[in-house]
């Protein structure tokens, strides 16, 4: 039986990105007093912005870790239902070591969500037209934390740089679609069933992920969700995502200056045109957005938003874009086995696509001094993005991604090739091949331009299921 | 002689001391390399092994099956070799840990030759091997990864930009510099192949299962409707299982995880009980030899080239099975990668035992139960306390494409030709 998507119990964000809400901060609570908070959140659950409708003027969502849904109180043979990566959070040791977090991006020195930072309940997530009304929503909550027993650890500011992130780049071009929701123009590519991205709905595998399923007893107000399947158990996962949620510092003028180097004239001149297209194949796309897949000489605006495309038929061997790259690792789109170009290798992806959200923070570099003023990462002012990520299996779909492809020095039958702009290069990991007739290009000791300052992985449940916790 | 051999050693742990020998194991996991206990990367001819410990267990009648240590080692052969070096390790070497085990020779009485008649009367035989490429040993492979670089780095300095040049041109110029290098003069010769008394045995294997089938083919074609029938009523009665695997279980295997580009798997399960059960799996194993024997025997396990080597040892009287891998990647991948290819030959093997989720005519559906399969694996997994990697920066496929550099160095090529030899540049 065909099962709609429930909107109004569907938190917004999962929904869309409100591309339109320009302003957005996120703010990370402690609980200090569960039976206060409570009361608060019965209160915010009204509040929340819902898939319903594009609100125009503002949004509200709010997202909880295993330590926040424990304080208010779900049972904890409930808790356990929740997947394991949400139960013993991001900053594990093997953890770390799987999302490649070490060294200047160990949790031991990151400035939230670490071990040695005070813990992280829940996130709030406030959107609004504008900067003036965003301020006026935040003081709104701001003023009424402490009463409601909430203590708010930090406020992650986000800045608006339109549709480019700090190097440059056009981000956020592909995405996947939830098959109920997409268009016509949508590619069959990213068209992936609900259960990818919301608990309680069949997956790609056509089954239902695992998540916490009550006897009815348990909610005696009859305030979740049936579980789908005839068990006549409530549903608290349906409806709901997993969030995660990491802030990453980007070193913009590090990357700038190390491509400039790379790409000087033999008298030691810049060469921008080259610098331009190296940064290209680094990335995949032109700052515009166009793929190198189809343009790979060029920028051409006109294709800024092209998106439907699969790789291996028109460059199987990496020519316009290198098989390293940023984009077509992150999403290989038809590259990989059992059969590059093949329909099986695309359903084989579409096991592991996620739902991007994040939007940037700290001040634009200024152009102007971006080659010429040396500063290491620590003199500079911070930038970066705040990476959020919504999916239905963290294991399976963020961590896949980020360990198997984006970070992995082998991806693809490459050596010692991590992603050549957000990839860890430690002790491997660090070159980059640039696959060229007659033979390759190749960039070696490449320094780390993006490391993580902060993360947590979040759940952010249906709305039912928040007036469920609120009761408890 | 170049084949792989897959070695084998269970030993009992004598009453109490099993903590003894985890703590020992957790000494050299600090450096598995070169410790004092077994320096394995002076042993040459080994690609990979392990040491790990399986705990006392209660089997499904009740009785209890006392803990044992398991040595494992994928090396080239000939076993011996490796036998001899072994029993050859004096003093902080291999007594150590096997004066824990029952039966091993007393203190004054420990000489090479006991040692190896000890090593040799507790090796076990694999059901089922799968080795990615037969015949590629350990020197080959460090060898051709030496070629790669010293080839990479030869690109790199000699310039920067080749483009204009033809491809023909650019692999002379690899020619040449590889003939100017002494230290690659083997390079100018194949990689030696298996001698003829394996291809002979293999071939013998090839040809004569399926003649022996041919001739037992009247009676096959009596027992199989019979045996589906059995099957059905098997399957259609198996709890479905619902067990998920404990935090803390998790927590001890995954620290153990992600090291570098490989990992190891461990796991043992039960037979489910009956003859049937017990029957079918030794026959499906025997069906697994000859597919990695005679198929998968280059670069790919259905579609999966992730998988170095990998074994079933049936044991404990045919109620267990240890299943041994070493792979490519996360955990995670590697069980996506068996959901989304090789589903069926999981299916077909693991289904026999305690706990898998359900299949239909043996190799439908188990393994696609995506979560269920997860945490199957998880649940029957167990901590590989000591594991070792001759050549850890390496994946399957890095092995593959070296071997390809290697073979296509110094034949006739045409433009065409050269430009996709560079390719694998």
Same mark, same amino acid.
């Given at each position: 039986?065909?099962? %709609?998507?429930?909107?109004?119990?569907?938190q917004?964000?999962?929904?869309?990105?409100?591309?339109?809400?320009?302003?957005a901060?996120y703010?990370?609570?402690?609980?200090?007093?569960?039976?206060?908070?409570?009361l608060?959140?019965?209160?915010?659950?009204?509040?929340i912005?819902?898939g319903?409708?594009?609100?125009?003027?503002?949004a509200?969502?709010?997202?909880f870790?295993?330590?926040?849904?424990?304080k208010?109180g779900l049972?904890p043979?409930?808790?356990?239902?929740?997947?394991?990566?949400?139960?013993?959070?991001?900053?594990?040791?093997?953890?770390?070591?799987?999302?490649?977090?070490?060294?200047?991006?160990?949790?031991m020195?990151?400035s939230?969500?670490?071990?040695d930072?005070?813990?992280?309940?829940?996130?709030?997530i406030?959107?609004?037209?504008?900067?003036t009304?965003?301020?006026?929503?935040?003081?709104?909550y701001?003023?009424?934390?402490?009463?409601?027993?909430?203590?708010?650890i930090?406020?992650?500011?986000t800045?608006?740089?339109?549709?480019?992130?700090?190097f440059?780049?056009?981000?956020?071009?592909s995405?996947?679609?939830?098959?109920?929701?997409?268009?016509?123009?949508?590619?069959?590519?990213?068209?992936?069933?609900?259960?990818?991205?919301?608990?309680?709905?069949?997956?790609?595998?056509?089954?239902y992920?695992?998540?916490?399923v009550?006897? !009815?007893?348990?909610d005696?107000?009859?305030?979740?969700?049936r579980?789908r399947?005839?068990?006549?158990?409530?549903?608290?996962?349906?409806?709901?995502?997993?969030?995660?949620?990491r802030?990453?510092?980007?070193?913009?003028?590090?990357?700038?200056?190390?491509l400039?180097?790379?790409?000087?004239?033999?008298?030691?001149?810049?060469?921008?045109? %080259?610098?331009?297209?190296?940064?290209?194949?680094?990335?995949?796309?032109?700052?515009?957005?166009?793929p190198?897949?189809?343009?790979p000489?060029?920028?051409? !605006?006109?294709l800024?938003?092209?998106?439907?495309?699969?790789?291996y038929?028109?460059?199987?061997?990496?020519?316009?874009?290198?098989?390293?790259?940023?984009?077509?690792?992150?999403?290989?789109?038809?590259?990989?086995?059992?059969?590059?170009?093949?329909?099986?290798?695309?359903?084989?992806?579409?096991?592991?696509?996620?739902?991007?959200?994040?939007?940037?923070?700290g001040?634009?570099?200024?152009?102007?001094?971006?080659?010429?003023?040396?500063? %290491?990462?620590?003199?500079d002012?911070?930038r970066?993005?705040?990476?959020?990520?919504?999916?239905?299996n963290?294991?399976?779909?963020?961590?896949?991604?980020?360990?198997?492809?984006?970070?992995?020095p082998?991806?693809n039958?490459?050596?010692?090739?991590?992603? !050549?702009?957000?990839?860890t290069?430690s002790?491997d990991?660090?070159?980059?091949?640039i696959?060229?007739?007659?033979?390759?290009?190749?960039?070696?000791s490449l320094?780390r331009?993006?490391s993580v300052?902060?993360g947590?992985?979040?759940f952010?449940?249906?709305?039912?299921?928040?007036?469920?916790?609120a009761?408890? | 002689?170049?084949?792989q051999?897959?070695?084998?050693?269970?030993?009992?742990?004598?009453?109490?001391?099993?903590e003894?020998?985890?703590?020992?194991l957790?000494?050299?996991?600090?450096?598995? =390399? +070169?410790?004092?206990?077994?320096?394995?990367?002076?042993?040459?001819?080994?690609?990979? $092994?392990?040491?790990?410990?399986?705990?006392?267990?209660?089997?499904?009648?009740?009785?209890?099956?006392?803990?044992?240590l398991?040595?494992?080692?994928?090396?080239?052969?000939?076993?011996?070799?490796?036998?001899? $070096?072994?029993?050859s390790?004096?003093?902080?070497?291999?007594?150590t840990i096997?004066?824990?085990?029952?039966d091993?020779?007393a203190?004054?009485?420990?000489?090479?030759?006991r040692?190896?008649t000890?090593?040799?009367?507790?090796?076990?035989?694999?059901?089922a091997?799968?080795?990615?490429?037969?015949g590629?040993?350990?020197?080959?492979?460090?060898?051709?990864?030496?070629?790669?670089?010293?080839?990479?780095?030869?690109?790199?300095?000699? +310039? +920067?930009?080749w483009?204009?040049h033809? =491809?023909?041109?650019?692999?002379?110029k690899?020619?040449a510099f590889?003939r100017?290098?002494?230290t690659?003069?083997? $390079?100018?010769?194949?990689?030696?192949q298996?001698?003829?008394?394996?291809?002979?045995?293999?071939?013998?294997h090839?040809?004569g299962?399926?003649?022996?089938?041919?001739?037992?083919?009247?009676?096959?074609?009596?027992?199989?409707?019979?045996?589906?029938?059995?099957?059905?009523?098997?399957?259609?009665?198996?709890?479905?299982?619902d067990?998920?695997?404990?935090e803390?279980?998790?927590?001890?295997l995954?620290?153990?995880?992600?090291?570098?580009? +490989?990992n190891?798997?461990?796991?043992?399960?039960?037979?489910?009980?009956?003859?049937?059960r017990?029957?079918t799996?030794?026959?499906?194993?025997?069906?697994a030899d000859y597919?990695?024997?005679?198929?998968?025997n280059k670069?790919?396990?259905?579609?999966?080239?992730?998988?170095?080597?990998?074994r079933?040892?049936?044991?404990?009287?045919?109620?267990?099975?240890?299943?041994?891998s070493?792979?490519d990647?996360?955990l995670?991948?590697y069980?996506?990668?068996?959901i989304?290819?090789?589903?069926w030959?999981?299916?077909?093997?693991?289904s026999?035992?305690?706990?898998?989720?359900?299949?239909?005519?043996?190799?439908l559906?188990?393994?696609?139960?995506?979560?269920?399969f997860?945490?199957?694996i998880?649940?029957?997994?167990?901590?590989t306390?000591?594991?070792?990697? $001759?050549?850890?920066c390496l994946?399957?496929?890095?092995?593959?494409?070296?071997?390809?550099?290697?073979?296509?160095?110094?034949?006739?090529?045409?433009?065409?030709?050269?430009?996709q030899?560079?390719?694998?540049?």
């Amino acid at each position: 039986m065909a099962d %709609t998507l429930d909107l109004q119990d569907i938190q917004g964000l999962i929904i869309r990105g409100y591309g339109n809400l320009r302003a957005a901060c996120y703010l990370l609570l402690e609980i200090n007093s569960p039976a206060a908070a409570k009361l608060w959140l019965s209160a915010l659950a009204n509040a929340i912005t819902s898939g319903q409708a594009k609100p125009e003027e503002k949004a509200v969502n709010v997202a909880f870790t295993y330590t926040g849904i424990k304080k208010l109180g779900l049972e904890p043979a409930l808790a356990t239902m929740f997947s394991n990566e949400f139960i013993t959070g991001m900053a594990t040791p093997h953890r770390s070591l799987l999302l490649g977090d070490v060294e200047e991006s160990s949790p031991m020195q990151w400035s939230w969500g670490g071990p040695d930072t005070k813990p992280i309940d829940m996130v709030l997530i406030l959107f609004a037209v504008n900067d003036t009304k965003l301020a006026d929503i935040y003081k709104g909550y701001t003023n009424e934390f402490t009463t409601n027993g909430l203590l708010e650890i930090l406020k992650l500011e986000t800045v608006d740089l339109g549709d480019k992130e700090h190097f440059g780049f056009h981000d956020g071009i592909s995405q996947p679609m939830i098959e109920d929701l997409s268009q016509a123009k949508t590619s069959p590519m990213d068209r992936i069933k609900a259960g990818e991205f919301l608990l309680g709905y069949p997956n790609e595998y056509g089954l239902y992920t695992d998540r916490p399923v009550l006897k !009815p007893a348990l909610d005696p107000k009859g305030l979740l969700p049936r579980a789908r399947g005839g068990s006549g158990n409530v549903d608290f996962g349906r409806n709901g995502s997993y969030l995660v949620f990491r802030q990453l510092r980007q070193d913009v003028r590090s990357f700038w200056q190390f491509l400039d180097e790379a790409t000087k004239n033999p008298d030691g001149s810049s060469n921008p045109a %080259t610098r331009l297209k190296l940064a290209s194949q680094v990335v995949g796309r032109w700052p515009s957005g166009a793929p190198l897949l189809q343009t790979p000489d060029q920028d051409d !605006p006109r294709l800024a938003d092209a998106n439907n495309f699969a790789y291996y038929q028109t460059d199987p061997y990496g020519c316009n874009c290198p098989i390293g790259a940023h984009v077509r690792r992150a999403n290989p789109r038809d590259s990989l086995d059992p059969e590059p170009g093949s329909a099986q290798s695309i359903a084989i992806g579409k096991r592991h696509r996620i739902l991007r959200r994040g939007r940037e923070y700290g001040p634009p570099i200024d152009q102007a001094e971006l080659l010429s003023i040396k500063k %290491t990462i620590a003199e500079d002012q911070e930038r970066g993005l705040h990476f959020l990520c919504l999916n239905a299996n963290i294991s399976r779909q963020f961590e896949f991604v980020q360990h198997t492809w984006v970070n992995n020095p082998h991806f693809n039958g490459l050596y010692d090739d991590a992603d !050549p702009i957000i990839g860890t290069h430690s002790s491997d990991g660090s070159t980059f091949t640039i696959q060229a007739q007659p033979v390759r290009k190749r960039l070696t000791s490449l320094p780390r331009f993006v490391s993580v300052v902060g993360g947590a992985y979040f759940f952010m449940p249906g709305i039912k299921a928040i007036h469920y916790l609120a009761g408890l | 002689m170049t084949q792989q051999v897959a070695l084998t050693i269970i030993t009992k742990i004598k009453p109490g001391e099993t903590e003894d020998i985890k703590q020992l194991l957790k000494t050299m996991r600090k450096n598995v =390399a +070169q410790n004092d206990i077994i320096s394995f990367s002076k042993l040459s001819t080994v690609h990979f $092994a392990r040491l790990m410990v399986l705990e006392a267990s209660v089997d499904l009648n009740g009785a209890l099956i006392s803990p044992s240590l398991v040595f494992i080692a994928e090396c080239d052969a000939p076993l011996d070799r490796l036998l001899n $070096a072994l029993a050859s390790m004096t003093g902080e070497g291999l007594d150590t840990i096997y004066c824990h085990c029952e039966d091993y020779p007393a203190d004054d009485a420990r000489t090479h030759a006991r040692r190896l008649t000890y090593l040799r009367a507790h090796m076990v035989k694999a059901q089922a091997f799968y080795v990615n490429t037969v015949g590629r040993m350990v020197q080959q492979i460090h060898q051709e990864a030496q070629l790669r670089n010293a080839i990479q780095d030869f690109l790199d300095r000699s +310039q +920067q930009d080749w483009s204009g040049h033809a =491809a023909l041109e650019v692999r002379t110029k690899i020619q040449a510099f590889l003939r100017s290098e002494q230290t690659l003069s083997w $390079a100018h010769n194949p990689p030696s192949q298996p001698g003829f008394f394996f291809k002979m045995k293999e071939t013998l294997h090839l040809v004569g299962v399926p003649l022996l089938l041919l001739v037992l083919l009247p009676v096959l074609i009596l027992i199989l409707p019979l045996w589906l029938l059995l099957l059905r009523i098997h399957e259609l009665s198996d709890a479905a299982p619902d067990v998920k695997p404990d935090e803390a279980h998790i927590e001890e295997l995954a620290n153990l995880e992600d090291f570098g580009a +490989q990992n190891q798997f461990s796991a043992i399960g039960y037979i489910k009980s009956g003859w049937f059960r017990r029957l079918t799996v030794l026959g499906i194993l025997l069906a697994a030899d000859y597919g990695t024997r005679h198929i998968f025997n280059k670069e790919n396990l259905a579609g999966i080239k992730t998988i170095h080597f990998a074994r079933w040892v049936v044991i404990d009287g045919q109620r267990r099975v240890i299943f041994a891998s070493n792979y490519d990647g996360s955990l995670e991948s590697y069980m996506d990668d068996f959901i989304d290819k090789v589903a069926w030959g999981l299916n077909a093997v693991f289904s026999n035992g305690v706990g898998y989720p359900k299949t239909n005519w043996l190799i439908l559906d188990g393994a696609k139960d995506e979560q269920a399969f997860k945490d199957y694996i998880r649940v029957h997994q167990i901590p590989t306390q000591v594991w070792y990697s $001759a050549y850890d920066c390496l994946t399957a496929l890095n092995i593959a494409n070296n071997a390809k550099i290697r073979a296509g160095l110094f034949n006739t090529m045409n433009e065409a030709e050269a430009e996709q030899w560079l390719r694998l540049l």
